[in-house]
């Protein structure tokens, strides 16, 4: 049945965002690097921020399906 579909793809969505979050958090100069790339600072505070919000806007706002609207806001907020 079809019903069971939406939180699985919920589950793999957020696996994303958890994966990249601790990927960065275990290897912080990958993250630093990727920032300089992107011309940003190189900063282990928004380093650590950027893993908080990877944790608390992907992973639990998606698994736990919070509202789409919500999610998305965090997600936009990441990526300013």
Partial sequence: ???????A???LL????????VRH???????L?????AGMPRSRLLLGGSVLVR?????????GGAPARLG???LVAFLL
Avoid: I, W
Avoid at 14 to 21: K, R
Avoid at 25 to 31: Q, S
Avoid at 55 to 63: N, Q
């Fill in 1 to 7: 049945h079809l019903s069971h579909l939406a939180p």
């Fill in 9 to 11: 793809a919920r589950v």
């Fill in 14 to 21: 957020a696996t994303t965002f958890v994966v990249s979050a």
């Fill in 25 to 31: 958090a275990r290897h912080p100069a990958g993250g």
């Fill in 33 to 37: 690097d990727e920032m300089a790339a």
């Fill in 55 to 63: 944790l608390v806007g992907g992973a639990l706002l998606v698994a």
């Fill in 72 to 74: 998305a806001a965090t």
